[in-house]
């Protein structure tokens, strides 16, 4: 047996919200929509990954998500100019990657990173 995809799933009275985060600002596409559903992801081939944690590394709360991107910085630009509050970072990390803490229209706590 092969796991090809493990997709995090977020319940919320209004999946629409999740249009400005994760495909205009994240540049995510929208794979998929009935209303009661909407999935955002890329065409690219991604690894499957889970992970476990009992804190975020560096004393921060663990967080409900984590998203690999090319460039931070530019990442943090786009989510503060898109009026999303930065929690923590950014911030170069001792383990390699660079790195910064926003919350989603839902609340969801995502790590936004990059490695070195």
Same mark, same amino acid.
Request: glycine fraction near 8%; charged fraction near 20%.
């Given at each position: ?20 985060? !994760? ?12 209303? &009661?559903?909407?999935?955002y ?50 911030v170069?990390?001792? &383990?390699?990657?660079?790195?910064? !803490? ?15």
């Amino acid at each position: 047996m092969k796991v090809h995809r493990i997709v995090p799933n977020v319940q919320t009275a209004d999946p629409a919200l999740a249009k400005k985060f !994760y495909h205009e600002v994240l540049g995510l596409d929208l794979l998929m929509d009935f209303g &009661w559903i909407a999935t955002y992801g890329s065409s690219q081939s991604t690894p499957v990954q889970i992970s476990f944690l009992s804190e975020g590394g560096n004393g921060t709360p663990a967080p409900d998500l984590s998203i690999e991107v090319d460039d931070v910085d530019e990442a943090h630009a786009a989510m503060t100019a898109a009026g999303f509050a930065v929690e923590y970072g950014p911030v170069d990390e001792p &383990w390699g990657v660079r790195r910064f !803490y926003v919350r989603d229209p839902f609340g969801k706590l995502v790590n936004i990173l990059a490695h070195a």
